[in-house]
C-alpha cells in the first residue's frame, strides 16, 4: 500500500510525500496524481522517499523515467537509491 500526501512549497514547487511500498499497482495512484503537476512546466515536482519501506525492481524502472530537471527523487533510503541506480545503470 502507498500513501501519498500532497504539499506546496515556496517557489512554485510540489513535494510528493511517499509512504508505504510501491509496486506496479501502487505506481498507478502515484501516475495519476503525477499528472496533475506534470502539465505546469514551471513548476519542480519533489518525489519525497523518506517512507518508501520497500520498491520492486518494475516500480523502479518507472520510477527512474520520471526524473528530469523538473522532477526530482529525495530522501531515499539507502536500499532504494541502491536500487534506483541498480535499473538506471
Do not use: W, Y
Amino acid at each position: 500500500m502507498l500513501r501519498i500526501t500532497e504539499t506546496f512549497d515556496k517557489n512554485n514547487t510540489v513535494r510528493l510525500r511517499l509512504d508505504g511500498t510501491i509496486s506496479e499497482t501502487s505506481f498507478a495512484d502515484l501516475q495519476e496524481v503525477f499528472a496533475r503537476h506534470d502539465g505546469n512546466p514551471l513548476q519542480i515536482i519533489l518525489l519525497d522517499m523518506a517512507g518508501v519501506i520497500f520498491m520492486n525492481d518494475r516500480a523502479a524502472m518507472k520510477m527512474v523515467q520520471l526524473r528530469s530537471d523538473r522532477v526530482r527523487i529525495i530522501n531515499c533510503s539507502p536500499f532504494i537509491e541502491t536500487l534506483l541506480q541498480t535499473v538506471e545503470g
